[in-house]
């Protein structure tokens, strides 16, 4: 799996576990990904769907695109379509998709690299295969995580972060099977590159058989862990957890995921949450319907902005 690896992670700073009076969190819900078709048809698990709005926030959706096997000029991807009132945040583990919007933004999403777009007020983007992965096909697999924002934010400029594989912050665990790739926020006193309006916390980790990781996290943050290759087991009862399930986790400081006999990956999501009413339709997410209403229209009218022409 080509997201970023090191040699030996022994050489990496280890993460400072939680205190003696650290207080683990338990899992309150174990809940099983939707496999479904995105975009132009390409499959997707949607792992929050057995999740509530109140479960996830300040997270809207997470899709896995795959782990799939394309044949030459197979692979799909997601044509141009508008966004307002949230962020998209695209983390590709294998496989390549380039990428264009309204806004100027852009360019080649590869393995371990991070695309971190605000559409805040609105945006147009595709998200397509690059010529070179149409035409060999391939392994691809990534996942997309819907970040929403506040009120107070929902207008704001779009935004576009792009954050290659080398810029990810690389830590271990206290036994050095882990290797912790953090993407946003701050873990254990490490940050992450990218730069969030909604504090949150995104770190794709894998963990070798028979390793430990026990992670301080932020207790005003919620907490999920979302299996995505492998499994192990997690929170205080160690349920298991298995590929393409998502675990809540309850109130406490620090969180404890455990590989068994086979080498887990997995996303560890949370972040503070917002509170406010959700009002979602496709591409929009705002707080109420009018707002939803005014949404289509002000895209209808092209004031979400308009496809650039091809370059070159
Ligand atoms: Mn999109």
Redesign the pocket.
């Known amino acids: 799996m080509p997201a970023i690896q090191v040699a030996d992670n022994l050489i990496l700073p280890r993460l400072v576990g939680p205190l003696p009076e650290s207080v683990e969190r338990s899992v309150v819900k174990i809940s099983p990904a939707r496999a479904g078709l995105e975009g132009a048809g390409f499959p997707v698990y949607r792992g929050f769907a057995g999740l509530t709005v109140q479960d996830i926030d300040p997270f809207l959706m997470l899709d896995q695109l795959g782990p799939v096997l394309n044949g030459p000029f197979e692979t799909k991807g997601?044509p141009w379509?508008p966004?307002r009132g949230f962020e998209?945040v695209t983390y590709v583990l294998d496989g390549e998709i380039v990428h264009h919007d309204s806004n100027g933004g852009g360019g080649i999403i590869g393995d371990g690299d991070t695309q971190w777009m605000t559409a805040g007020a609105g945006i147009l983007?595709d998200?397509m295969p690059t010529d070179k992965i149409l035409n060999t096909g391939g392994w691809q697999h990534g996942i997309?995580l819907w970040v929403n924002l506040p009120k107070i934010l929902k207008f704001s400029a779009p935004r576009y972060q792009g954050i290659v594989a080398s810029k990810l912050t690389l830590a271990t665990s206290s036994d050095g099977g882990a290797l912790v790739r953090i993407i946003a926020g701050d873990i254990a006193a490490h940050s992450g590159p990218g730069s969030t309006h909604t504090p949150i916390a995104i770190a794709h980790v894998t963990l070798a058989a028979g390793a430990q990781l026990s992670v301080p996290w932020n207790p005003s943050f919620n907490a999920m862990v979302y299996m995505l290759l492998g499994g192990a087991t997690v929170g205080t009862k160690r349920h298991a957890l298995t590929p393409h399930h998502v675990a809540l986790f309850g109130a406490g400081d620090h969180m404890v995921v455990s590989a068994g006999d086979q080498t887990a990956d997995f996303l560890l999501l949370g972040g503070l949450p917002i509170r406010e009413p959700v009002a979602q339709y496709g591409?929009f997410v705002m707080n109420t319907q009018d707002e939803i209403r005014q949404a289509f229209q002000d895209f209808e009218a092209g004031r979400l902005g308009v496809i650039p022409a091809p370059s070159g």
């Open positions: 997601a379509h966004h998209t983007h998200e997309q591409p």
